[in-house]
């Protein structure tokens, strides 16, 4: 925590319009995907992001990289605000973050080599000579375990892992300081997976990159990313370093999320282990539902939840979690326990006084947290 | 596909079973026998042998759990079973044994009235596997009035009352919902219940659970085990060894188009005897072992079809082959002989198996 953040997010927004059909296409709505996102990525580091389909993880990365432009909040990069700035000045920051995408079928030109693929950001960029371009190419195709000699052949001429690979070898081109996974295995068999995940982890010590790892597969994450966000419609709804996360979620939706993993240990115990059961899929994010995005699937909802948006509290020293009845699975409380921190009563109506703690809403995690046990901000 | 000539009709009984699953003969000897199930496709490039010699039985009121890489085989020789080959360039040969008729040398005809009867399979995607211009109902109530001779007020109830068992919500309304008003949890209950509506012997479900999510994934299989008890047998096709273990009571695991490892769930979870299925559990991140570990993945790619290696086809990317003394790996093909237990064959010339075990991962 000493050294200053590579990546910090603060309350990012970005809200898709929906056009009405016919010649004048007004907006009738916006598809909030995401909806006040705060995180921090330390140099060096991976943060995992996880969520189901639609709930605003891909969109973050792609709001990160710069592929589409926030509504509103702070990207900081190294300390510099990227959210808003000119096309003339990405060129440089596309240097520093680049991308690794999910289906490695589509995101390479079909007729396009190998050479010219990985070599194209060098040209683009003009970091080096014309001459020096195709050693550093296949230099780069070393890295990334391919052959060398292989640099005039298509995409089509290379397996799925091999293609993960020619992806990865094209993220590393600039040597990045940020990539930016969006999904990086889930396209491929499960014996390719594991190679891929060693080479981005071989990568990751030998250059020092950090990683935002977007995947839905909680396995995978568990092994990657030492620091977990959990998305849900658009917000985070906790998040915490590994071993909380993975062992001591305070989350309802991260402890569905953990339970519904269908887990190879099952047959050794003989059959399924009781989950704890969702309803239904998720909400509209056109039309998400009031206070609590997660209550409508929720099994502990109450009438607070659909008023009251729970607040992102840190609630232990690397850990936030978003929720009014956070606790351990199965000792959650029957009292909501963000009614002091919002200064409303056990229904979430206002109750008069004003809100007794301050909640940080920074992208960090503080030096000081509010104890569920106690009520109480405790510092370290 | 081959012209075999139906041996009689008239011993084909098969489409003329009645609606409830006849359970006679309980325990009797296997429901559904695979026996040297070859599928060939010719191509420009030469022959593609995605299935070649593969044998394995379901039993009464199991779940088979079939287990492989992309390429592997395993929807191509299931969806031998469904026949779904006929009229198509592919070479079916073997034989397929549902109750001990051979579905192979049934007409066309009468494979059609066994399709979704006796036999009925759950694809992948939902999505793509329904028309968009028909209503979920229309599409549901086809397959019950192809069946039976009912009429279509009767098919139109049956229809609400299975969507009504795979868990659909106000199903007297939804049933006249277009696909694309479900969504991807529901399109794959909608799809259960096309599958189950003329309560079919065996149920092949074909990546049931791969597009969807993990909290809908979760409620799918949830769904399907409770109908597990309902249909006689079943066969889960799936890369993921997840679903395999909390669905299967048995697994089949191929490779390169051949079974190379089949025994109950347990025996393949936990003491693997082939190579390759090690390789495939060690190389999956869990949700318990060490996160700093690093994952043991199998080297190289699965192999070419076409081509495929001499031997064992997943010799090239074997780390225990320097085992087995001499070239025997990649000059002879092994059979599939019994591991540990008369349930638990493996295919592998391997003969002292605690190689593996003393890599075993945690």
Redesign the interface.
């Known amino acids: 925590m000493s050294e200053r953040p590579i990546l910090e997010v603060e309350d990012l927004k970005m809200y898709f319009p929906v056009k009405s059909t016919g010649v004048i296409r007004r907006t009738v709505g916006h598809v909030q995907a995401v909806d006040g996102v705060s995180f921090q990525v330390e140099k060096g580091q991976a943060l995992g992001l996880v969520g189901?389909?639609g709930c605003g993880k891909s969109t973050t990365g792609r709001l990160v990289t710069r592929l589409n432009k926030p509504t509103s909040g702070a990207i900081r990069f190294e300390g510099d605000d990227i959210s808003d700035i000119s096309p003339r000045k990405l060129k440089p920051l596309r240097r520093e973050i680049q991308m690794i995408f999910q289906d490695p079928y589509t995101s390479l030109n079909p007729r396009h080599t190998v050479g010219s693929i990985i070599g194209a950001p060098l040209a683009i960029h003009d970091v080096v000579p014309k001459n020096k371009i195709l050693p550093r190419v296949q230099e780069l195709l070393e890295i990334v375990g391919l052959n060398p000699e292989h640099y005039n052949r298509y995409p089509n001429e290379f397996?799925g892992?091999?293609r993960q690979r020619i992806g990865i070898a094209r993220s590393l081109t600039l040597q990045p300081k940020l990539l930016v996974a969006d999904e990086p295995v889930s396209a491929l068999?499960?014996?390719?997976?594991?190679?891929v995940?060693?080479l981005l982890?071989q990568l990751q010590r030998e250059f020092d990159i950090s990683f935002l790892f977007i995947a839905?597969d909680?396995?995978?994450v568990?092994?990657f990313c030492p620091e977990v966000a959990v998305m849900y419609l658009g917000k985070i709804v906790e998040i915490a370093d590994?071993d909380t996360i993975?062992g001591h979620a305070h989350h309802p939706y991260t402890q569905?999320?953990?339970?519904?993993?269908?887990?190879?240990?099952?047959?050794?115990v003989?059959?399924?282990r009781e989950?704890i059961?969702?309803q239904g899929?998720?909400p509209s994010p056109i039309n998400p539902p009031s206070g609590c995005r997660f209550r409508t699937r929720c099994p502990m909802a109450q009438e607070i939840c659909a008023r009251v948006e729970p607040p992102l509290m840190q609630i232990g020293p690397r850990h936030k979690v978003a929720c009014h009845f956070a606790g351990e699975l199965g000792q959650s409380p029957t009292r909501p326990v963000t009614t002091s921190v919002l200064g409303v009563d056990d229904q979430g109506s206002p109750a008069g006084t004003s809100p007794a703690t301050p909640v940080p809403t920074g992208p960090g995690y503080d030096q000081q947290w509010f104890d569920l046990s106690s009520q109480q901000v405790i510092s370290a | 596909m081959s012209d075999q000539k139906t041996p009689g009709s008239s011993r084909v009984g098969l489409g003329k079973r009645g609606a409830s699953a006849p359970a006679t003969g309980s325990g009797s000897g296997s429901f559904l026998e695979v026996r040297d199930l070859k599928v060939h496709f010719p191509t420009a490039d030469g022959l593609v042998k995605a299935t070649d010699g593969l044998s394995y039985t379901v039993e009464r009121g199991k779940t088979l759990g079939i287990v492989g890489?992309?390429g592997s085989g395993k929807s191509v020789s299931s969806s031998a079973i469904m026949g779904l080959h006929r009229g198509t360039r592919a070479q079916v040969s073997g034989e397929i044994l549902l109750e001990g008729t051979d579905l192979l040398r049934l007409s066309n005809e009468e494979m059609r009235r066994a399709r979704g009867k006796d036999v009925a399979m759950i694809f992948q995607d939902p999505l793509s596997a329904m028309h968009p211009y028909y209503t979920v109902g229309n599409q549901i109530a086809e397959a019950y009035l192809v069946h039976n001779d009912v009429s279509k007020k009767a098919a139109r109830a049956r229809t609400i009352e299975m969507l009504d068992r795979v868990g659909i919500p106000q199903p007297d309304r939804r049933v006249d919902d277009y696909p694309h008003q479900f969504?991807?949890?529901?399109r794959q209950r909608a799809m259960i219940a096309m599958g189950l509506i003329n309560d079919p012997g065996l149920l092949i479900a074909d990546e049931p659970t791969t597009a969807l999510?993990?909290?809908?994934?979760?409620?799918i299989?949830?769904l399907l085990?409770d109908l597990q008890r309902e249909f006689n047998s079943g066969i889960i096709i799936t890369?993921?060894?997840?679903?395999v273990?909390?669905m299967a009571d048995d697994v089949l695991v191929m490779y390169a188009g051949r079974a190379v490892e089949i025994g109950t769930?347990?025996q393949?979870?936990?003491k693997p005897e082939m190579p390759y299925t090690w390789?495939?559990?060690?190389?999956?991140?869990?949700?318990?072992g060490d996160?700093e570990e690093?994952?043991?993945?199998?080297?190289g790619?699965?192999p070419s079809l076409l081509d495929p290696p001499p031997g064992c086809a997943f010799s090239p990317r074997c780390r225990f082959k320097e085992h087995v003394s001499g070239d025997l790996c990649t000059t002879q093909l092994p059979e599939l002989t019994s591991a540990a237990g008369a349930t638990h064959v493996k295919r592998c010339h391997l003969t002292d198996s605690s190689v593996l075990k003393q890599e075993q991962p945690a």
């Open positions: 189901e389909s397996s892992g091999q068999d499960v014996s390719i997976q594991a190679q995940i060693n982890q839905h909680l396995a995978v568990r092994h590994r993975y569905a999320l953990l339970s519904a993993v269908p887990d190879v240990k099952q047959a050794e003989g059959g399924r989950r059961r969702l899929d998720v | 890489e992309s969504s991807g949890g529901m999510d993990v909290t809908v994934q979760a409620q299989l949830d085990q890369h993921d060894l997840g679903v273990a909390e769930t347990n393949i979870m936990t390789g495939l559990l060690a190389s999956v991140p869990d949700l318990a996160p690093q994952l043991v993945p199998i080297k790619n699965p």
